[in-house]
């Protein structure tokens, strides 16, 4: 059996995004204006006021949010790195 040539090019994440404790994040979002819309077992699920097409969800576990993980939710959220840090407490 033969590999295919063709692979899946790992994600290239910002140096700058940090692992962060999941309180951590969810508080940051609130600190930026962030809502939270429910929880649904282990995650936190939230929006922005002003614009409901922004929604994504935090996973609330014990050990800290993957860099790769955190990356995806700040461009689903549509805010940037450093608007993020900014806000962070």
Known sequence: M????????????????????????????????????HVEGSHYYFT????R???????DHSRDIKRSTLAKILKQARISLDEFLRHDP
């Open 2 to 37: 033969s590999r295919s040539s063709t692979s899946i090019a790992p994600l290239r994440v910002d140096p700058r995004v940090p692992a962060l404790k999941p309180r951590r994040v969810s508080r940051t979002f609130r600190n930026a204006g962030y809502i939270l819309d």
């Open 48 to 51: 922005y006021p002003t614009d």
């Open 53 to 59: 097409s922004v929604h994504f969800s935090v996973p």
